[in-house]
């Protein structure tokens, strides 16, 4: 399948109507790396630390994580990498760390949360990220940000390692920049200087859904109800869009949504201009994107939800089968 979309690999995912979307991969190993050539991914648009820490049995060490981040680095020779911090708990539970006691885990201490009560861990993790990136560009992004004031501690975090690490006479990165990630509604409804102080947002609608529907996207029973192609949530993600984009703040996409070729067309005709999911989707996508209209996509949707369709998913199936696709 591959083989089919190789000619699209230096093309850029330009759409008929001239609009360009960038696409960016997802990783976690260095097994993903090479993908980044194959692929013709302008970037990791999201680097999943915690894969790191899932593999071994024990808390990996400063030194272990700096050579392995720095080695990703290199294999992206040049190209950006989004690295987020530590995203565990929930489905994401350590061999070696005590199992929580909690009724609900998805909405319990994970992520972002455990980081800012266990700052020892994501200064650790920090440090490893400021002395990989030394004399190059350093990208954070805080996983499962719910408000402002978590991004400014995390934010404050990383300002005091690098502090920290440029008295110890370690070379500082070229530049940094710090990022949340939108994965629960509350964060769309953060005050104005959320989003003009994050240097960037990435959309994470594998939570972010679950979260906007009540529906817990490891659920089957309610697999039907945590759809991207319901009207709701793509308004959701169209006036995430226009918030950020009033305040020029980057916004990009990188849940599994990002990978799936009607998903993320809707998500592209909802205003989302960059895209970040794994590398075997960037073709498909790409493909897609390339043939389509994106003012007629948006027209089809607005026309549906018109109509009172509550999901616009035969309307968007329809639509491509009409146009050869
Ligand atoms: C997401 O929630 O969309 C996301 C990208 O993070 P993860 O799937 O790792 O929770
Ligand atoms: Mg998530």
Known sequence: AQKRYAGLVGLPAETACGKTIAMHMNAGLMADLPSLATSGAEGVGLFRTELQFLIRNKVPRRGELATIYAQVMDAARGKPVVFRTLDIGSDKVLPYMKPQDEPNPAMGWRAIRVGLDKRGVMRMQLQALTRAAAGRPLTVMFPFVAQFEEFRQARAILMEVLDSEAKLGHAPP???KVGAMLETPSLAFAPDRFFEETDFISIG???LKQFFFAADRENERVR??????NYSFLSFIRQIVARCDRFGTPVSFCGEDAGRPL???ALTAMGVRTLSMRPASIGPVKSVLRRLDLNEVTAVIDEAAARGAQSV???LIAYLANHGM
């Open 263 to 265: 998903e993320a067309i």
């Open 205 to 207: 609608g594998n939570d």
């Open 313 to 315: 998913r035969a309307d």
């Open 224 to 229: 039907k109800r945590y759809d991207t192609l």
């Open 174 to 176: 070229a530049s940094i």
